[in-house]
């Protein structure tokens, strides 16, 4: 009988610590598929946070042509152009320039940074930063176009943004083309390229022109048809403003 009870005993402590063993198994398991699963929700996130400081953050302006002329033969063309903000739906103080010529060249200038920067959103240099330079025509020369962005100033897009950034975007916009030239400047200020852009198109009156540069770094253009109403209204104003003595 004591042998019998001992065999139970002995089965008992094995059937417990068989239990045990797995138990502590699935919890493992269990403990690891969720760690694994809280890895890859956070890899998203972060990688959402990447994607959405890389296609967001964007200079926007739109421009439609108000006037166009020939004055001695040559194309007048007044150009409206508005920038937006950060959110990209307010409008910020509209400006007009004049340009001469059949086409209207806009410049810019664009910091790109080191990718690392931007993936880890670092706050100085978490994504590229851009200047609009000059607006003119085929028949001028840049240095008789206007500036758009105020030479060595910070714009007006970017002000508001922390001290230590503005103050840190202006040294580089101050270096600029020795940005473009010294590789051992750039890697000193996490710089991975910096250089000239540009777009160019013939004007149209009756079509509006988006300009874009990315959060990457790239001027583009996307040119539309204006809806008719505006079309009639830019024609009625020129009308009223032709026959005002």
Same mark, same amino acid.
């Given at each position: 009988m004591e042998a019998t009870r001992n065999i139970i005993r002995l089965l008992t402590l094995l059937i417990v610590l068989g239990l045990m063993t797995a138990g502590g198994l699935w919890y493992y398991q269990y403990t690891s598929t969720q760690r694994?699963?809280?890895k890859l929700e956070q890899d998203k996130r972060l990688l959402q946070q990447i994607i959405e400081r890389i296609t967001s953050e964007r200079r926007l302006a739109e421009v439609i042509v108000t006037d166009q002329k020939k004055v001695g033969g040559v194309l007048?063309?007044?150009?409206?152009?508005?920038e937006y903000a950060r959110d990209q739906k307010t409008a910020m103080v509209p400006r007009e320039f004049t340009v001469t010529g059949e086409m209207v060249h806009v410049d810019a200038m664009v910091i790109k940074f080191d990718?690392?920067?931007?993936f880890k @959103?670092?706050?100085?240099?978490g994504c590229s930063v851009a200047l609009f330079t000059k607006i003119f025509g085929d028949h001028q020369s840049p240095e008789q176009g206007s500036s758009i962005d105020a030479p060595g100033a910070i714009p007006p897009i970017y002000q508001g943004a922390d001290p230590a950034a503005a103050e840190f975007e202006a040294k580089l916009w101050k270096n600029f083309w020795r940005l473009a030239e010294d590789e051992a400047y750039r890697k000193e200020h996490g710089v991975r390229l910096a250089h000239g852009n540009g777009v160019w198109?013939?004007?149209?009156t009756d079509f509006l022109y988006t300009l874009t540069i990315e959060a990457d770094g790239g001027l583009s253009l996307k040119t539309?048809?204006?809806? @008719?109403?505006y079309v009639e209204a830019l024609k009625r104003r020129a009308t009223t403003q032709t026959a005002k003595p």
């Amino acid at each position: 009988m004591e042998a019998t009870r001992n065999i139970i005993r002995l089965l008992t402590l094995l059937i417990v610590l068989g239990l045990m063993t797995a138990g502590g198994l699935w919890y493992y398991q269990y403990t690891s598929t969720q760690r694994q699963l809280a890895k890859l929700e956070q890899d998203k996130r972060l990688l959402q946070q990447i994607i959405e400081r890389i296609t967001s953050e964007r200079r926007l302006a739109e421009v439609i042509v108000t006037d166009q002329k020939k004055v001695g033969g040559v194309l007048h063309t007044t150009l409206l152009f508005v920038e937006y903000a950060r959110d990209q739906k307010t409008a910020m103080v509209p400006r007009e320039f004049t340009v001469t010529g059949e086409m209207v060249h806009v410049d810019a200038m664009v910091i790109k940074f080191d990718r690392d920067f931007v993936f880890k @959103g670092d706050p100085l240099r978490g994504c590229s930063v851009a200047l609009f330079t000059k607006i003119f025509g085929d028949h001028q020369s840049p240095e008789q176009g206007s500036s758009i962005d105020a030479p060595g100033a910070i714009p007006p897009i970017y002000q508001g943004a922390d001290p230590a950034a503005a103050e840190f975007e202006a040294k580089l916009w101050k270096n600029f083309w020795r940005l473009a030239e010294d590789e051992a400047y750039r890697k000193e200020h996490g710089v991975r390229l910096a250089h000239g852009n540009g777009v160019w198109w013939p004007a149209r009156t009756d079509f509006l022109y988006t300009l874009t540069i990315e959060a990457d770094g790239g001027l583009s253009l996307k040119t539309e048809p204006i809806k @008719g109403i505006y079309v009639e209204a830019l024609k009625r104003r020129a009308t009223t403003q032709t026959a005002k003595p």
